[in-house]
């Protein structure tokens, strides 16, 4: 670990400038029949433009369709794995994930909040935590931009973008078939691309990928448990509640077990020179046989290291303790399948148009689309069942509608400008039940007997933005450029709990509560204004330096699933919270050496966070809470490309990045489960447990990232090619928690990919064998108190929770066949 380090500080010491990372193979330039190396030109669209990586005022860290592919980058989950100072934890409800980029991100326990990375697939906006259930191939590029990014990508972008692009027919007809099998899993893959010329005008392209996973990643160890419910009606008479023993059995052994299909298909008109239109509808279907797979007790609240729940001992391994509903029970719970077991269903499906139209000196462009997901899970929402298990299902569906239109003028002179707008309309409709406690009711409703508490919720959102820039060359070497955007945003959200068992309606209000709180309506009006300048300066060609003031913008919300509870006066408030909004500099120096063999690029930067949203999760009470905060984050990337021409064939990469992230206005923050006084927290009022969190670090926010990488290709006889690449990467150890909890706690890790590929020089065939996380490092990317565990919050006696962490993919080995027709 040490040498790691060493070699990743002394590749700092080199570096020069912001992080664009082209982690792409030396692809070769052919001139004359002669062969040379050197590093290929990486185009990206961070300014929604074409551009070069290296001549763009922006920390971008751009992929190749090479790249891509060599390393099976096809999910958002394996960007992050490919991408220091990013990463992605799936969770298994509430947004679905928690994307972190420079320690800033957000929670992942609460559907209302949209995430600080935002995710743009072919210019639309796809702002849902669930858009990781989607796979991701046949891709053009990928491009992971670093810091706000209001003015091109539009609100929801405080932390940062990862812009998808996937590919369109070409001039040429082309067919792919490509099959692979994963051991560890037991995945076979198979995927079939056709593409190409309809008519002199019009392209088409077809792509399809389904994989079935006969095993999984992760090993599922438990044994049945038995889960006694009482009839409350009986109990509140003096009888003794009628027990009923039902038995939960052990979830699948072997998870996920994903089945999978993806379906894409484009065409592509361009009548002459000036007009293109790109047309794009693709379908997603994903189902596990578990939605909380990858939920590990990596460390436990009891001294002796035993699950409060479970009795098995907690480790930082890949195994889980969960069981699935009892069948019983399940046969008539809304979304539960009848036998119980449990799931996570997402099916998606998108239309995408993009028309281009270039005149003399102005380029008008148009993005439309509309996409819809669902997304349906039964869950042992305890995360490691107990005999008082604790069971949900859940179904939603997101919508989304978005038109934007732009006008990009290219004129000989100093002055351009660019200008647009942007309407969206979205819907979230949402609905859960969970049982728990052991409650029943006979007299209720087949649907609700067995139904602890329910909830009902939608919201109803709409957008209009405004945005322009205008560029001025000052000097031929010297450019200012600034913009600013202007967002209207209006959401109208509705929550019920409409069915509470007599049992909890001490503690949860429903919509026929007498105190008429039980049902909440909210009309939230937003408007921001988002400012940004860059300076731009070229004192030569293969030279950027710039520096740039950024703001941004993310939408304030509701929190559908949340809870209204009795003892909150204000249900509105609670369920309601406020614009993430971010404004900072950073500025950077970009290099391209040695005859293009050598890119150096350095960047550091600077920002406040105001209202950054953060979820708590009370768990000895089961609530949830979104609340906001103040933060700062700011740091230092360097990074590195050298693709020799003396060494066709050869590129050598790597990166580091410093950060520091943490609160700079928490002072009543909720305390961690079982956090004492001696720990900072604070009993007030015999109620609220609060500490103060300035200065204290943000969820996963590791001082230290790195990677560093080699790729080599090189023709073997005639007609043969071989090629390999390794790729490490480094973290230091972090908090998981958002709320300080030292227990927390992921230590520095590193893990390492690699693959080698043999086939012919012309790729019309290849054999390949992808390894990722070779090591075998298992680690969490965000955390959760473990429900019903933890007690004493602010009291010396206070027990602390048993931490479950969103666990990485352990050591998986893909072989993959590919075919050109």
Request: charged share 20%.
């Amino acid at each position: 670990m040490r040498v790691f380090h060493s070699v990743l500080l002394t590749t700092s010491a080199l570096a020069l400038a912001t992080p664009a990372l082209a982690q792409t193979g030396a692809e070769t330039a052919v001139q004359d029949g002669v062969t040379q190396g050197g590093l290929e030109e990486i185009i990206v669209t961070a300014r929604k433009r074409e551009e070069s990586v290296q001549s763009v005022p922006v920390a971008v860290s751009a992929i190749s369709a090479k790249t891509i592919q060599q390393r099976d980058i096809t999910s958002i989950e394996k960007v992050a794995a490919a991408t220091p100072n990013f990463s992605v934890g799936r969770a298994s409800n509430g947004s679905g994930a928690q994307l972190t980029m420079r320690g800033i991100g957000s929670s992942s326990t609460s559907i209302g909040i949209e995430q600080s990375v935002a995710v743009v697939v072919d210019g639309a906006y796809y702002g849902q935590g669930r858009i990781i259930n989607e796979g991701f191939f046949d891709l053009k590029r990928v491009e992971v931009l670093k810091g706000p990014q209001a003015l091109f990508f539009g609100k929801n972008a405080t932390a940062g973008v990862v812009s998808l692009t996937t590919n369109d027919p070409g001039s040429a007809r082309e067919f792919i078939a490509r099959a692979g099998y994963e051991f560890r899993s037991r995945q076979v893959q198979g995927e079939l691309i056709a593409s190409g010329p309809l008519t002199d005008t019009l392209g088409l392209r077809v792509a399809l990928r389904g994989s079935l996973m006969d095993g999984g990643y992760y090993r599922n160890v438990s044994v049945d448990r038995t889960y006694t419910t009482v009839d409350i009606r009986n109990l509140l008479v003096g009888g003794n509640g009628n027990p009923l023993v039902s038995v939960a059995k052990p979830a699948a052994e072997r998870a996920p077990g994903e089945d999978e299909f993806l379906g894409r298909a484009t065409l592509k008109f361009t009548p002459d020179n000036r007009l293109t239109m790109v047309l794009k509808g693709s379908y997603s279907y994903n189902q596990v046989n578990n939605s909380s797979w990858n939920y590990v007790a990596y460390n436990c609240g009891l001294a002796s290291g035993v699950s409060q729940l479970t009795g098995y001992r907690c480790g930082t391994d890949f195994v889980t303790h969960q069981n699935g509903i009892p069948a019983d029970i399940a046969a008539n719970f809304p979304y539960a399948k009848s036998d119980g077991a449990l799931y996570n269903r997402y099916r998606s499906f998108a239309i995408n148009g993009a028309i281009t139209y270039e005149l003399d000196n102005v380029t008008i462009s148009s993005v439309t689309n509309y996409n819809n997901n669902n997304n349906r899970w039964a869950c042992a929402c305890d995360f490691q069942t107990s005999n008082t298990g604790t069971w949900a299902t859940e179904n939603s569906t997101w919508r989304a509608f978005s038109q934007e239109l732009r006008a990009q003028t290219a004129y000989d002179g100093p002055l351009n400008f660019m200008i647009g707008g942007l309407y969206q309309k979205t819907k979230r409709d949402f609905s859960q039940y969970v049982m728990f406690a052991g409650l029943r009711d006979d007299q209720a409703s087949a649907e609700n007997r067995f139904v602890a508490s329910s909830k009902s919720s939608y919201t109803d959102g709409e957008t209009a933005a405004l945005f322009g820039q205008a560029t001025w060359k000052l000097v031929h070497t010297l450019e200012l450029a600034g913009g600013v955007r202007y967002t209207h945003e209006t959401k109208d959200s509705f929550f019920t709990q409409p069915y509470n068992n007599l049992g909890v309606q001490t503690i949860f209000r429903d919509q026929k509560d007498p105190d008429g709180l039980g049902v909440v309506n909210a009309r939230q009006v937003f408007n921001d204004w988002s400012p940004e300048a860059t300076l731009s300066w070229k004192p030569r060609d293969g030279i950027l330096v710039y520096g740039a003031y950024k703001t941004a913008y993310k939408s304030g919300g509701f929190s559908n699933g949340g809870i209204n509870s009795k003892f909150s006066s204000n249900p509105l408030g609670d369920l309601t919270f406020n614009p993430e909004k971010a404004r900072g500099f950073e500025a950077g120096i970009k290099t391209r050496l040695a005859d293009n063999q050598l890119r150096l690029n350095l960047t550091a930067f600077t920002y406040k966070y105001g209202d950054l949203q953060v979820d708590f999760f009370n768990s000895p009470i089961f609530a949830f809470q979104t609340l906001t905060a103040d933060a700062r984050t700011k740091g230092v990337e360097a990074d590195f490309e050298f693709a020799p021409r003396a060494i066709d064939g050869l590129n050598l990469h790597g990166s580091i990045n410093y950060t520091d992230a943490k609160y700079t206005n928490f002072p009543q923050s909720p305390c961690y489960a079982g956090q004492t006084p001696a720990q900072g927290c604070t009993l007030i009022g015999g109620i609220s447990a609060r500490q103060n969190l300035n200065g204290k670090p943000l969820s996963v926010a590791p001082e230290w990232t790195g990677a560093l990488g080699v790729a080599y290709e090189t023709p073997i006889g005639e007609s043969f090619k071989l090629g390999f690449n390794i790729d490490s990467r480094y973290s230091s150890s972090y908090l998981a928690s958002g709320f300080g909890n030292p227990f927390s706690r992921q230590g520095s890790y590193a893990v390492l990919d690699a693959g080698i590929r043999f086939g012919a020089e012309d790729d019309n065939w290849q054999l390949a064998v992808i390894g990722k996380n070779l090591t075998n490092r298992f680690f969490v990317a965000g955390v959760v108190d473990g429900p019903s565990t933890g007690g004493g919050t602010g009291t010396a006696g206070g027990v602390r929770a048993d931490q479950l962490g969103f666990g990485n993919l352990p050591r998986t080995v893909q072989v993959q066949v590919t075919k050109r027709f």
